[in-house]
């Protein structure tokens, strides 16, 4: 079993930043992905950055959906078994809950709890 608990949304003004945090507990070993996903709702949930965890604090291969490309950074922290996704120049459209995920090696999926991030002046 993994567990993902996600911190760091809230309220911010447009063009501002925030930073979210993931940290996972239990069977790390085993997780090859992790990934930041967000949903409005009424929405399907949507893929907004997507990182392969190996390699140290680099990571794996990285995927960013175009609507967040250039703003958002996902980034990994192996020692702390932490994801993280740096959100700049953010705008109201972006308002969502933010979903933590992983992914095992067998395929299992799991979630955190998700955090409200909104975008409002």
């Known amino acids: 079993q993994v567990q993902l608990v996600e911190s760091g949304g809230g309220l911010v003004q447009p063009g501002g930043s925030l930073r979210l945090s993931c940290a996972a507990s239990?069977?790390?070993?085993?997780?090859?992905?992790m990934a930041w996903y967000r949903q409005v709702p009424g929405n399907e949930r949507e893929l907004a950055a997507r990182?392969?965890?190996?390699?140290?604090?680099?990571?794996?291969?990285?995927t960013v959906a175009d609507s967040v490309k250039g703003r958002f950074t996902i980034s990994t922290d192996s020692v702390k078994n932490t994801v993280y996704l740096q959100m700049n120049s953010l705008k109201p459209e972006d308002t969502a809950i933010y979903y933590c995920?992983?992914?095992?090696?067998?395929?299992?999926?799991?979630w955190g709890q998700g955090t409200q991030v909104t975008v409002s002046s």
């Open positions: 239990g069977r790390v070993y085993s997780i090859t992905d």
């Open positions: 995920y992983a992914v095992n090696v067998a395929g299992l999926e799991y």
């Open positions: 990182i392969g965890i190996g390699g140290g604090n680099l990571g794996g291969p990285i």
